[in-house]
């Protein structure tokens, strides 16, 4: 295996964008703070043993959708849902893998619909039926259909497609409505269970696995390998249609048990949120939509890069039309760590705010939500007539961020930590949900606050007046007595679980020798969540003094293209001067997020002091110090399992993303009430 394959094979990516982290609500699309199943930039799995890759035995019969010849020397078997970005961005991808790759390699389509993408089972239902009735050639053209048409996905919309497809409307309504296909379905994501395929997009590559929407680079460099091997097997006189089944067969049939923790706190039942509690939301200087008057104000926590705090703004526009000037909306930021465009676009959205513009911004950035790069957000001021030297301040130095934290260390109290997040007159209501679960909500706050306003209270005093003596933290009711402990929802960590990350005796560290508390910080240079959480970083070494110690752990996205140089450059720097020039370097690193350049790393490096560039130079064009960051990467993959940046283990306990002060205290305030160990 060569270091570009080794690299992919340790780094797991987290999703941001839709991967990254989802929890349910109801059955509706609520984008959480933790990685999910669903992988945006993953890793090719699969390290080789002694030149052999790891396989799996995936099957492979024409009851699958396949596009390609039977007799391909590589067969790519997708494990997919119609719903998740990810699965959309890959698309293209696979369509060029075909095109130059030709008659040698087959893709073989498996359904894995995601449980939190209340659309992908009914797509998945759609394109089954329309194999069922016109074989691939009507699969790939549904197919088609639903990736082109991601964001529309009801059943409406799916007729559409099945009409334009040319299938028989009678059968394939009959199908949807009577689940004709959940049980081949079914089979498939038992199939991706058992072998660990439990995000999407996910490949086998001749069994080889590759997780997430990688670049064509990364399929290529395994495919490459498959065909070599694949016509060395056909020159000892194996049939080309024998190729997959001889690669494959003493492959595994599943994927390893994860190893169970010893120290892991056995789970008891978990409260439940209190659907009928009332919270105290304040509107503060938030921007608002609607009339201070309103007799409904719905609160709404969310930000520009989720997608289905994207998919409920119909909805949202739908109540102001139907509620005209009884109902106002407020907006509060809640940018999610692992989408790295989310922090920039609030950024852009607040410059806005302050010249009255919000509201266009918002509006422009949701119906651009693909297109969310620093170019895109400068165009959009550029469009809104907005002072562009000013909103590249904004961004470059974060100038409101003190104004998104409130609303996000508001959200945490609050119990709102996936987005989107609604409280209707103080009531939560969690998720992209149906316009009927909005409506039913406010009619009862209506009927409320019409019988506030008969018995003398002011319509523009009803919301304070309603939210007087609401709850300030989150309230939750007892489960049942005997009830078994919820699963937890997907890459949601548990909070009492203590994971097991070794500490290597050379890692970077600052604060007490002897520290009660060590906090192991799984991070990266270029990830925008990772700069945000430094000063929060500082500030507990700050108060609890001796009592805690920071150790760096490097975890470098294989989307972020300078990060892993960035880690190799202060791991030389590091190696040179210690523990105070590589906290030294790494300040300049986060200091100079937007510019890591190589250049810029040795212009980092001359400023530190007493770094010998000759040898600087020659680490990084050597990666001396690449093989160190990739065991970090390594640990971290092996003792936490899917991981996003910044992670956290304080005494081993998770903290996961760029979480507020208070988050932290609380974690570490545990930490050391207990006995030491």
Not at 125 to 146: C, D, T, V, Y
Not at 478 to 486: D, E, I, K, L, V
Not at 501 to 528: L, N
Request: aromatic share 8%.
């Amino acid at each position: 295996m060569n270091k570009g394959t080794a690299v992919i094979a340790i780094l797991i990516a987290f999703v941001g964008g839709l991967t990254l982290g989802h929890i349910t609500g109801n059955g509706s699309g609520v984008e959480g703070e933790e990685i999910a199943a669903e992988g945006g930039a993953g890793s090719a799995a699969g390290a080789a043993e002694a030149g052999e890759a790891e396989r799996f035995r995936v099957p492979v019969t024409a009851a699958q959708p396949s596009r390609g010849p039977a007799d391909a020397l590589v067969t790519i078997v997708q494990f997919s849902d119609f719903q998740c970005p990810f699965c959309s961005r890959v698309e293209p991808t696979v369509t060029q893998l075909l095109h130059d790759y030709g008659n040698k390699i087959r893709v073989v389509w498996r359904n894995n619909p995601l449980p939190f993408h209340q659309n992908a089972g009914p797509a998945a239902q759609a394109a089954a039926e329309a194999f069922k009735q016109g074989g691939s050639a009507k699969f790939w053209r549904m197919h088609e259909l639903m990736f082109q048409n991601q964001t529309a996905l009801t059943r409406p919309d799916l007729e559409r497609y099945a009409q334009q497809a040319g299938l028989d409307m009678t059968a394939f309504r009959a199908a949807l409505d009577g689940n004709t296909h959940q049980a081949e379905i079914a089979a498939d994501q038992a199939l991706a269970n058992s072998l660990g395929a439990r995000g999407t997009p996910f490949f086998f590559i001749n069994g080889r696995q590759v997780q997430g929407a990688q670049p064509i680079t990364a399929f290529k460099e395994i495919i490459d390998d498959e065909v070599t091997r694949a016509e060395r097997l056909v020159r000892t006189g194996v049939a080309r249609n024998r190729v997959y089944a001889e690669l494959t067969a003493h492959g595994r049939t599943e994927a390893a048990a994860p190893a169970a923790n010893p120290n892991a706190a056995p789970q008891a039942p978990r409260a439940q949120p209190d659907p009928n509690a009332v919270y105290n939301v304040p509107v503060g200087t938030s921007p608002v939509r609607g009339r201070a008057d309103a007799l409904v104000t719905v609160v709404i926590f969310s930000e520009f890069q989720c997608p289905f705090c994207k998919r409920v703004e119909p909805t949202l526009t739908t109540l102001r039309e139907r509620y005209g000037n009884d109902i106002r909306f407020v907006w509060k930021n809640n940018p999610l760590p692992f989408h790295p465009n989310a922090g920039p676009a609030a950024e852009l959205a607040m410059a806005a705010n302050a010249v009255g513009k919000f509201w266009e911004a918002h509006d422009l950035l949701f119906e651009n939500q693909a297109q969310l790069e620093r170019a895109d957000l400068e165009r959009y001021a550029t469009q809104l007539g907005l002072n562009l030297a000013a909103v590249r301040t904004a961004i470059d130095t974060n100038q409101y961020q003190a104004a998104i934290q409130a609303d996000q260390q508001l959200a945490s109290r609050l119990g709102a930590r996936g987005t989107p997040a609604f409280f209707i007159n103080g009531r939560n209501l969690s998720g992209a949900q149906p316009l009927e679960n909005f409506t039913r909500l406010i009619d009862e706050e209506l009927a409320k606050a019409r019988a506030k306003v008969a018995a003398g209270t002011p319509r523009n005093r009803v919301y304070e007046e309603t939210i007087r003596n609401g709850a300030t933290t989150a309230q939750t009711i007892a489960p049942p007595a005997g009830a078994a402990a919820p699963a937890a929802a997907p890459g949601a960590p548990n909070p009492d679980q203590v994971y097991n990350m070794p500490i290597p005796a050379t890692a970077p560290r600052k604060g007490g020798a002897r520290a009660r508390v060590v906090i192991q910080q799984v991070s990266d240079y270029q990830c925008p969540f990772c700069s945000r959480v430094e000063p929060t970083v500082d500030r507990i070494l700050q108060e609890y003094g001796d009592r805690v110690a920071v150790v760096w752990r490097d975890f470098p996205l294989p989307f972020h293209q300078n990060a892993m140089p960035a880690a190799e450059a202060a791991r030389e720097v590091l190696a040179q001067g210690g523990q105070a020039k590589f906290w030294q370097y790494h300040a300049l690193l986060f200091a100079n997020q937007q510019t890591l350049d190589r250049p810029s790393l040795e212009r980092f490096a001359e400023q530190v002091g007493g770094i010998n560039m000759a040898r600087f130079r020659t680490a990084l064009d050597s990666h001396t110090h690449q093989a160190a960051i990739q065991a970090d990467a390594a640990a971290a993959t092996t003792a936490l399992g899917q991981v996003g940046t910044p992670t956290f283990l304080i005494n081993g306990r998770m903290i996961s993303g760029a979480q507020p002060f208070e988050n932290f205290k609380a974690a570490i305030d545990r930490a050391l009430a207990e006995p030491a160990r």
